[in-house]
């Protein structure tokens, strides 16, 4: 009998929420509720209207969460090949804004192909453990077998348009290429189309999915809620994270500019930090935060935090908090700075509270909760 009870112990230590002590940051006190762990090297999250949570781990698996957030062992089956090299392997995944009507579920992929693999969009229906009706949507030109810079989130427009960021691969000059689809944003209707209103879509030679050109690696994406404008965050090399608001044709500098410098050496990459016909970011950090994941708060539970823009860090493993006028930043707090981990991706769920997901051998979902 003590052997049971012992054991019965163990399990409710194990399962049960844990909240760490009350955190006090400069507009409101919350505590960390820790959902779900046992997660491998997860990447990203996305919630079902039924309560359930989608999780991906870079390996290539697709996992659930329940409602009550109990891991499921069980991945999901029907996912189309995947590459797990490198920085490479399963992203994003997303919920259609009508996934009550259509069933459709997005997700971002390294995908092989001629000359190496590349990042890739499917989308799928999820039937039990298994994903049904896969279609790909969109597999950028060309591959290759560089092992970095991936980008891979995925953001809806609400107008029937759907944004995916792609990195440079590693290979600087493929940023500034039309012919290319390395280090731009990507954008697409829901089904795959290409928009007759891209802004390259009439220029020869140019990849017509093509939105931008001149970006890094962008590993943070959001829709405004004001202004419907895409925002993203892009790793700089040695210092140079940036945000950056994303508008059609415009060229975001990479490699020509950059507030960064070359590993190690600190020299100089480019021309400098300016110049005539490409963008400065709206924001940088030097040095650098690794920023990744990235969400606007919106909600109702923390009303001092309404319109802030919320960045998850894997250098000092932090969550950073962005109060904004317009698109200035007016104010940056650095929180749980070094206190559970590498934080991958950031969420803001319809119960209006704020998730974090760690980029760790075991990862682990937490949850802030406001506390009055």
């Not at 499917?122 to 970095?148: C, H, I, N, W």
Request: with cysteine; proline share 5%.
């Amino acid at each position: 009998m003590r052997r049971l009870l012992t054991l019965i112990c163990l399990v409710a230590v194990v399962t049960a929420p844990a909240f760490a002590q009350t955190v006090q940051s400069e507009k409101h006190a919350f505590r960390v509720v820790t959902l779900v762990r046992g997660l491998q090297s997860p990447w990203s999250m996305a919630f079902l209207p039924d309560g359930r949570m989608l999780v991906t781990e870079r390996a290539g698996r697709l996992r659930i969460v329940s409602k009550d957030f109990q891991l499921d062992p069980k991945s999901v089956e029907g996912l189309p090949e995947i590459v797990a090299s490198g920085q490479g392997g399963l992203f994003d995944v997303a919920i259609h804004p009508q996934y009550a009507q259509n069933g459709w579920i997005y997700w971002a992929y390294n995908a092989p192909g001629p000359g190496g693999w590349g990042t890739t969009l499917a989308r799928g229906k999820l039937d039990g453990y298994r994903m049904s009706s896969v279609q790909v949507l969109f597999s950028m030109e060309p591959k290759t077998r560089t092992g970095q810079h991936f980008g891979g989130r995925i953001v809806f427009d609400g107008k029937g348009m759907i944004y995916l960021t792609l990195g440079d691969r590693g290979d600087k000059p493929r940023a500034q290429k039309l012919d290319d689809h390395a280090g731009s944003v990507i954008r697409v209707h829901d089904d795959g189309r290409v928009p007759t209103d891209n802004p390259f879509v009439n220029r020869d030679g140019a990849k017509p999915e093509k939105f931008t050109l001149g970006n890094r690696n962008m590993q943070g994406a959001a829709l405004h809620p004001q202004t419907g404008e895409l925002w993203t965050h892009e790793h700089g090399p040695q210092g140079g994270d940036e945000i950056n608001v994303m508008r059609a044709g415009r060229n975001y500098g990479w490699p020509v500019i950059t507030y960064g410098v070359n590993y190690g050496i600190g020299t100089k990459i480019g021309e400098g930090n300016s110049k005539a016909g490409m963008e400065q970011p709206l924001h940088y950090w030097v040095p650098s935060i690794a920023p990744s994941g990235m969400a606007f708060y919106a909600g109702d539970k923390f009303p001092n935090w309404k319109g802030n823009l919320l960045v998850g860090a894997l250098k000092d493993e932090m969550l950073v908090r962005l109060e904004l006028n317009g698109e200035k930043v007016v104010r940056e707090e650095r929180l749980l700075k070094g206190q559970i981990g590498r934080i991958r991706d950031v969420r803001v769920g319809q119960d209006g509270l704020v998730y974090l997901l760690t980029d760790e051998r075991d990862g682990v979902v937490f949850r802030l909760d406001a506390v009055r």
